[in-house]
């Protein structure tokens, strides 16, 4: 089975009034359809630029990028953003709720310049999600565990084959954050990949796979929990 989304001798360098800086060091790491995988390390591992090089938010220095096995390492702007909407949804730590509009609306948001729109697909994943009675409260009106839930609504939108995690139980307490994580296994018996990126140990408990990183480089991959 190929792997749904991959790095291959990544590097991401840096230009900086001291030099340069490697922020990723020819990683190598994939996830398989429908595979749970944490990545793990201290602050200024790599974690964060490794989530964008699996985002398609930024291209590597040097390696090569490949979604459903394909090299999108040199895609343009336009073309990185045409990939990522169709393949990939991420929930981040601060939610990025916009919050003028409602939990249907900030769902919908992805959908907004589609011309068939979202239909009732939003009122599906918020339901899916447990929301169903949320549909028209504000982010001000809601907890951070429901917020967490609107934006992993908002991130299955489109129908990704991927959803990227960044510290998603970052700003919620401990039961709260077990309840995101349940949800999010839940996005992956769907068959969507998960990859939670994260410095939170109680993350790893529900990946089947973590893999930590130091220095940009890949220092351990283990099984289930992260020792």
Same mark, same amino acid.
């Given at each position: ?12 360098? $840096?230009?900086t009034?001291?030099?340069k800086?490697?922020a990723l060091?020819a !990683?190598?790491f994939g ?11 201290p602050s ?10 699996l985002?398609?938010l930024?291209?590597?220095?040097? =390696?090569?990028?490949r979604? +459903? ?8 702007d336009?073309?990185?953003t045409?990939?990522?909407?169709e ?12 919050p ?5 609306e900030?769902v919908?948001v992805p959908?907004m310049?589609?011309?068939? =729109? ?6 599906d ?8 009675d949320?549909?028209?409260? $504000?982010?001000?009106?809601?907890? =951070?565990?429901?917020?967490q ?10 129908d990704p ?5 960044? +510290? ?7 039961e709260?954050g077990r309840?995101?994580l ?8 769907? #068959?969507?990949?998960?990859v939670?990126?994260?410095h ?7 990946? #089947?796979r973590s893999v930590?990183? !130091?220095?940009?480089?890949v220092?351990? +991959? ?6």
């Amino acid at each position: 089975m190929d792997p749904i989304l991959e790095l291959d001798g990544a590097t991401k360098t $840096y230009r900086t009034g001291a030099g340069k800086v490697v922020a990723l060091d020819a !990683v190598d790491f994939g996830v398989d359809p429908g595979e749970s995988v944490a990545v793990v390390g201290p602050s200024g591992s790599g974690k964060s630029t490794m989530l964008n090089l699996l985002g398609l938010l930024d291209a590597p220095t040097s =390696g090569v990028t490949r979604l +459903e096995g394909r090299d999108v390492t040199d895609l343009t702007d336009r073309e990185r953003t045409t990939a990522r909407k169709e393949s990939v949804g991420f929930v981040f730590q601060d939610f990025f709720l916009i919050p003028t509009l409602s939990a249907r609306e900030n769902v919908e948001v992805p959908t907004m310049f589609d011309r068939a =729109g979202p239909g009732d697909r939003a009122v599906d994943l918020l339901e899916r999600v447990g929301l169903g009675d949320r549909l028209d409260h $504000y982010p001000d009106e809601l907890s =951070g565990g429901q917020k967490q839930r609107v934006a992993i609504a908002r991130a299955l939108i489109n129908d990704p084959d991927v959803v990227l995690a960044d +510290e998603p139980t970052g700003n919620l307490d401990r039961e709260t954050g077990r309840q995101v994580l349940e949800e999010l296994d839940r996005v992956r018996e769907t #068959g969507v990949s998960v990859v939670l990126v994260t410095h939170d140990p109680l993350v790893t408990e529900y990946a #089947g796979r973590s893999v930590r990183l !130091v220095d940009g480089r890949v220092a351990r +991959e283990t099984g289930g929990v992260e020792a």
